[in-house]
């Protein structure tokens, strides 16, 4: 069966410090991966996809950048933190092989930007 | 750009009462998926509606999927304690890609 990891749960950082959270998928390959920021009380906004390694695509401009080095491994990163990076952070993975297909959540990561 | 708008906010009952949550997008949908997020948890997949008109059940959870093809609704008969959560659709925008509406939070007085 499929599962997804994504670590670590919670994080707290100081403004200006680098991020890295990590995100892979076990019992699949060629997934669909996807970043999301949830900011607390609210709905999930795509951040990053990926359909493939070294593909990524971008949602909105911001502070953050993604990257897929493996099939199954997902990686979301900041340079330098802002106050406003804090949030809820998912991580999920969709089938590759049609569209439309349901996602599938890692059990998120909370961050705090102090 | 498409936009899934999702209401209300917030919905308080007692233990017993129903429920409902409404989903309307600004452009029609392939499909809708709703998903449920339990209190510091991460979503999970509930349903997806795909044909127009479509209604399926989950034992107390109703789900439909309007005519035009552009809202939704999830009804939940006779809460329970478990129902606790917030209830997310989300609007297929193509490309493996969805837009979720900002959530119902529900909490329910036992």
């Known amino acids: 069966s499929q599962t997804i990891h994504q670590w670590p749960a919670t994080l707290v950082q100081p403004v200006g410090s680098p991020l890295s959270l990590e995100c892979t998928v076990e019992?699949?390959?060629?997934?669909?991966l996807y970043w999301y920021r949830q900011a607390a009380g609210r709905g999930l906004q795509l951040l990053f996809y990926s359909v493939g390694i070294g593909q990524i695509s971008s949602e909105v401009p911001q502070n953050l950048s993604a990257s897929r080095p493996q099939d199954r491994q997902f990686i979301l990163s900041s340079k330098k933190l802002l106050l406003s990076d804090s949030g809820f952070y998912l991580c999920?993975?969709?089938?590759?092989?049609?569209?439309?297909?349901?996602?599938?959540f890692g059990s998120g990561t909370q961050l705090s930007v102090l | 750009g498409q936009q899934v708008m999702q209401i209300p906010q917030y919905q308080h009952v007692q233990e017993g009462e129903d429920f409902t949550t409404y989903c309307n997008s600004s452009t029609t949908l392939s499909n809708i998926q709703w998903y449920k997020q339990r209190p510091g948890g991460h979503p999970v997949f509930l349903i997806q509606?795909?044909?127009?008109?479509e209604v399926k059940k989950q034992k107390r959870l109703t789900f439909q999927f309007g005519e035009a093809k552009k809202n939704s609704s999830l009804h939940i008969t006779a809460t329970q304690t478990t129902d606790v959560g917030t209830y997310f659709c989300a609007g297929d925008r193509g490309a493996q890609k969805l837009v979720f509406g900002q959530g119902t939070r529900l909490t329910i007085n036992p």
């Open positions: 999920a993975w969709s089938p590759r092989q049609s569209q439309n297909e349901k996602l599938f």
């Open positions: 509606l795909v044909k127009s008109g």
């Open positions: 019992g699949t390959s060629n997934p669909n």
